[in-house]
């Protein structure tokens, strides 16, 4: 997977199902993901820091208005090819202990080169596990990604990435692997832990895609947040996920002071990990402010969530049918919320528009609005219909089995010719 929190985030649920029914399940990931691996019974492998460039990419690049959606692609540019570059460089170095794995099935994110090289080089059975939008070439989203302000930047940039894979190829035989290979998922199973309503051009998709929605286990983390003082009022939570620890987090959590101070809202606010309190000042009454908060916990609670876009986050706040305010802070980001509010599900804000008052009317709009509670009723009911974590590790046992099947049919027509 990425070494990224979000990515990882959603695989922790499918693995420990896979656990919980006898299976060995092993992440190649970067140190940092070491205790939470372990924590869950599954194996820990450090994967080469220098694909670490995750943090880099999104710390790096910002957004703070959409209009500097084609400058941010354009800056990104360098930094996503040579995260597929680095990931092949690394492949040589990890091509005997993942061969030592004997692995039944290599699981992949699609955006991780070095998955599908080794896949291919071992000539081993494969799935991807993608962590937002699916893209297929010629996919009214894929069409739209490519003709995004910018995106004519980025031309140089994906040749360097071609040139490279030639290279590596011709020095240390890594796969010959194409762009649509690194973004574009075709293996015999591919899942994508969202709902397909939310995905655009969803009909292009067939059996091989399970869009199995967000992995909900409430109940498993309300320690350390004051239950007992929320009281019957309406509950308004507000997380920008990291977003919020980039130097701007006192600004923005004195910003939703000036505009639910003196309301019926009981506002939780989760500040992130880089938002001391002594930067915030006090809060106003009716204020629960936290670095961090059990997030399912609360959206079970919510009438309203003001959210950074985050695909987990607004996977799980649709599942709870809490109507959503984004303020999108990465191109990621932006694409996700853009799709909520093409859905009815909510509305986006521009970083560089939140006041006070434009965050008031916001929430007063989403919760205010019959019509989204409607639309949100209906895609909650789809998520839950999508099978989450069991689906997908159903659907992982299943090939895994395929693939022992096919091999111990291979063996044994070896042995007969």
Not at 133 to 148: A, I, R
Not at 352 to 378: F, I, K, M, N, Q
Not at 382 to 404: S, V
């Amino acid at each position: 997977m990425i070494p990224a929190h979000s990515d990882v985030h959603s695989t922790l649920p499918v693995a420990e199902e896979l656990i919980a029914r006898g299976d060995q399940v092993t992440f190649y990931l970067t140190e940092e993901f070491a205790p939470t691996v372990r924590r869950i019974g599954a194996g820990f492998r450090p994967l080469d820091p220098a694909v670490d460039l995750y943090h880099q990419l999104s710390a790096g690049n910002p957004l703070t208005s959409m209009a500097d959606v084609g400058a941010v692609i354009e800056r990104m540019g360098p930094v996503v090819a040579e995260l597929l570059v680095a990931g092949l460089r690394a492949v040589p170095g990890m091509l005997a202990a993942v061969r030592a794995e004997n692995a039944d099935l290599i699981v992949y994110n699609p955006m991780c080169p070095w998955g599908i090289a080794l896949a291919r080089m071992l000539g081993r059975p494969a799935a991807t596990f993608s962590t937002t939008f699916v893209m297929k070439p010629g996919s009214d989203f894929e069409q739209m990604f490519s003709s995004s302000d910018g995106a004519q930047a980025m031309t140089g940039v994906w040749d360097y990435v071609r040139r490279s894979v030639g290279e590596l190829h011709a020095a240390q035989g890594t796969p010959l692997l194409t762009l649509g290979d690194m973004f574009s998922p075709d293996e015999p199973l591919n899942i994508v832990p969202i709902i397909r309503d939310f995905q655009p051009d969803a009909d292009g998709f067939d059996d091989r895609y399970l869009f199995a929605g967000p992995s909900i286990r409430p109940g498993r983390d309300r320690a350390g947040f004051p239950w007992e003082r929320l009281g019957a009022g309406p509950v308004l939570y507000i997380s920008l996920g990291t977003a919020i620890s980039r130097g701007s987090g006192a600004r923005f959590a004195q910003t939703c002071f000036r505009a639910f101070a003196d309301t019926p809202w009981q506002v939780v606010l989760a500040t992130g990990a880089g938002t001391g309190a002594d930067e915030i000042g006090t809060p106003p009454p009716g204020f629960f402010v936290h670095g961090y908060v059990p997030q399912l916990e609360v959206l079970g609670r919510a009438d309203a969530f003001v959210t950074h876009g985050g695909v987990n986050s607004i996977m799980e706040a649709l599942w709870y049918g809490v109507p959503l305010v984004a303020i999108p802070h990465t191109i990621e980001q932006l694409i996700i919320a853009d799709r909520a509010v093409e859905l009815g599900l909510g509305i986006r804000l521009d970083p560089g528009e939140v006041t006070a008052a434009a965050l008031r009317d916001a929430v007063g709009e989403v919760t205010a609005g019959p019509g989204y509670r409607t639309r949100l009723a209906a895609i909650s009911a789809a998520a839950r219909r999508a099978g989450g974590h069991r689906k997908a590790a159903d659907a992982l046992q299943h090939a895994a089995a395929g693939a022992r099947a096919l091999a111990s049919q291979r063996s044994d027509d070896r042995r007969s010719a």
